[in-house]
């Protein structure tokens, strides 16, 4: 078959793919969670409730005016919205074909990736014709972002249980659902297509995104939104959580609508109203308060930890920026351009008193990051003289027995010291993250 009719039924395919429904049922989280204990003090000795420190900075306090917040709303969605501006890809075949080209890494247990396994992805995804597609399109569910066409796992080392090692290395991002997507391909079986959305490039299953014709894209971009302010919301015959952005279709008393996008009989997006009533969901950009940003927080607090969001969880750059979403303010997908966005203040070169001493000076709780390599934190006050910061935290680096790169495992969204696990007997070369914190940003407009 010549290429270029190749080409073309391959970009047909994607209108007429099947979408399947993920059932969701509605959760009701409290939004004071109880005290938690753990394996580090700071677990049992900083509360677990946000309220605390929200009511020690001043709940109602406006962290930025409500014109700042304007700001950075048309920001969010200037971002939001990127993928639906674009033409033509953006990522070079190479940048997406060098991982498929050698086998590595471990399946499951201590199963390794075999090269003929990879190369047998490497022919369904179909490199030589990429970039084949040029369209927008949504996704109708939330959806994971892949380094490669497949559902199956990498891990660097063997992993026998992995909730216990939620570390798999394919695992990019989760998407919400209604998030606005640029398709740039389809795989041969026409069951994984690659996207460039509002924070990463990547592969996501077929069924959970549907192509946005200009109608739908016109119906979509109605200038009002809401954010979901809780987890596990039901959305017809799918559900999600907080850092969710959908239109808002109207508002009353104490329910609102939103839209929602669903895949029509031929594949298309097209809307659905959805009521919420207004414990569920808040029109965007709620006031940013310390008390509103504890408020959503809570619902977060314990949650597992998951890298990339495996397993639906978040790790630490998405908790930060699925909290601040509803507010209006976009952050980046990881953790270092997390730490680079707004007013930046360095902490190299300090020691740990020196940077506890201009966290508690300069920073805003609430609103403030704080950064060190490969982790990202929410500053939230000052706690019994000790900054306290909110984050999603795998674990504290220790020695165990000839093993210097173990950890003593926490695997939630807690509140901690800058220094958790300061106690432990075992702690690596007796540093914690204070040690290694790099800048202290706030996000601005």
């Excluded at 017809?236 to 996008?261: D, E, K, M, Q």
């Excluded at 008390?291 to 998951?306: D, E, K, Q």
């Excluded at 807690?414 to 914690?432: A, D």
Aim: charged share 20%; net charge positive; proline share 7%.
């Amino acid at each position: 078959m010549p290429s270029h009719r190749k080409n073309s039924l391959l970009c047909l395919t994607l209108v007429f793919l099947m979408l399947s429904a993920c059932a969701g049922g509605k959760h009701h989280i409290s939004a004071t969670p109880p005290q938690q204990s753990g394996p580090i003090a700071d677990l049992r000795t900083f509360p677990q409730d946000l309220n605390v420190y929200a009511r020690s900075v001043g709940q109602s306090k406006r962290l930025l005016s409500a014109d700042e917040q304007a700001q950075s709303q048309q920001r969010f969605l200037s971002k939001f919205f990127g993928p639906w501006a674009m033409s033509r890809s953006t990522v070079r075949k190479s940048e997406v074909s060098g991982i498929l080209r050698k086998a590595r890494g471990y399946k499951h247990g201590d199963v390794r990736w075999t090269q003929a396994e990879w190369d047998a992805i490497a022919a369904n995804a179909n490199m030589k014709d990429f970039p084949c597609l040029a369209r927008p399109a949504i996704t109708v569910r939330n959806t994971d972002l892949r380094e490669i066409p497949t559902h199956e796992t990498r891990f660097t080392k063997p992993v026998y249980n992995a909730h216990e090692y939620p570390f798999d290395e394919f695992q990019y991002s989760l998407l919400p659902i209604g998030t606005p997507l640029f398709v740039t391909h389809v795989s041969n079986d026409r069951r994984w297509i690659f996207v460039e959305c509002p924070v990463a490039a990547g592969w996501v299953d077929a069924n959970d995104v549907a192509p946005a014709d200009e109608s739908f894209r016109q119906q979509w971009r109605t200038g009002q939104y809401a954010a979901l302010v809780r987890d596990k919301v039901s959305l017809g015959n799918t559900h999600a959580g907080i850092g969710t952005v959908l239109p808002l279709a109207g508002s009353s008393g104490s329910s609102l609508s939103v839209l929602c996008p669903v895949a029509g009989p031929d594949g298309m997006a097209r809307v659905q109203s959805v009521a919420l009533t207004k414990d569920d969901a808040a029109p965007m950009p709620l006031p940013l308060t310390p008390g509103n940003v504890a408020r959503l927080g809570n619902h977060i607090m314990g949650t597992p930890y998951g890298w990339g969001g495996m397993f639906g969880n978040r790790d630490c750059s998405a908790l930060t920026r699925d909290l601040l979403a509803p507010f209006g303010i976009w952050l980046p997908r990881n953790s270092r351009a997390q730490a680079a966005i707004g007013i930046v203040q360095p902490l190299d070169g300090m020691n740990a008193e020196e940077k506890e001493r201009v966290i508690l000076s300069q920073g805003t709780p609430f609103l403030s990051l704080l950064g060190i390599r490969g982790h990202i934190m929410l500053y939230i006050g000052k706690y019994k003289g000790r900054a306290a910061i909110f984050h999603d935290l795998w674990g504290v680096r220790v020695i165990d027995g000839a093993n210097d790169n173990a950890r003593c495992v926490v695997g939630k969204a807690v509140v901690t010291s800058i220094t958790p696990g300061i106690e432990l007997p075992n702690l690596y070369r007796t540093k914690t993250f204070v040690d290694h914190l790099r800048t202290l940003s706030t996000p601005r407009p």
